[in-house]
């Protein structure tokens, strides 16, 4: 018996391995030209077109959403409302720490990140990401806090929203990836249901 359960977790090990270490060039393809797009425009916003000294436009944690949004898009947490809603929940936690506690940084950061934690879980919008968009906000560089709660619009909001467009266009140009997936459009199918059973 032992002998058995050893070759079974054996194969399955094995399967997992061969999954997760096939090679798809056209998934990377489209994963790399998707997050080179969208944070391309962010960046440009940034650095190319603006006066940077003004505007704040790129934050780290974009870096990781793409990671989500454009390379694992059939994840939960990849999905648009993931997107927006953890970047969002996160800033308005990370500012409002922020405020609180402006002195007491070592205490204002892991404050910021648990209770963005917590408010994405209540919420239904995990997005690992949010957790480094609240500590951006905690931790902030005097262009970051001179924001204010204005931050939370520009450049999360706003960011997001070029993310996701950007993810919306460039994860449907071919039958092989869907986004969002197609647990997430169901969802969406029902609560528009939903809403237009309430407006007749």
């Known amino acids: ?14 399967y997992i391995l061969y999954r ?13 030209v998707g997050s080179f797009v969208g944070l391309g425009i962010i960046a440009y916003l940034q650095y190319g077109n603006l ?13 990781a959403s793409c990671v989500l949004v454009y390379g694992v898009i059939e ?10 809603g953890g970047h969002l929940v996160s800033a308005v936690i990370g500012v409002s720490v922020q405020k609180l506690l402006p002195d007491l940084l070592w205490v204002a950061a892991p404050l910021a990140v648990s209770l963005s934690i917590i408010a994405m879980q209540v919420t239904k919008t995990l997005h690992p990401p949010g957790g480094a968009t609240a500590l951006i906000a905690a931790t902030a560089s005097p262009q970051i806090r ?3 709660y204005m931050y939370i619009l520009s450049p999360v909001l706003s960011g997001c929203l070029i993310l996701l467009v950007v993810a919306l266009i460039f994860n449907n140009l071919t039958p092989m990836r869907k986004y969002p997936s197609a647990a997430a459009r169901k969802r969406y199918a029902h609560i528009i249901k939903r809403i237009k059973k309430t407006n007749r």
């Not at 018996?1 to 094995?14: A, G, Q, V």
Request: hydrophobic share 40%; net charge positive; aromatic share 12%.
């Open 75 to 84: 994840s939960p947490l990849a999905q648009p409302r993931n997107l927006i």
């Open 1 to 14: 018996m032992p002998r058995k359960l050893i070759k079974r977790t054996y194969r399955t090990t094995r």
């Open 51 to 63: 006066n940077q000294n003004d505007l704040v436009f790129l934050i780290g944690s974009f870096g």
């Open 20 to 32: 997760e270490t096939l090679v798809d060039a056209r998934e990377h393809f489209w994963a790399f």
């Open 146 to 148: 001179s924001l204010g």
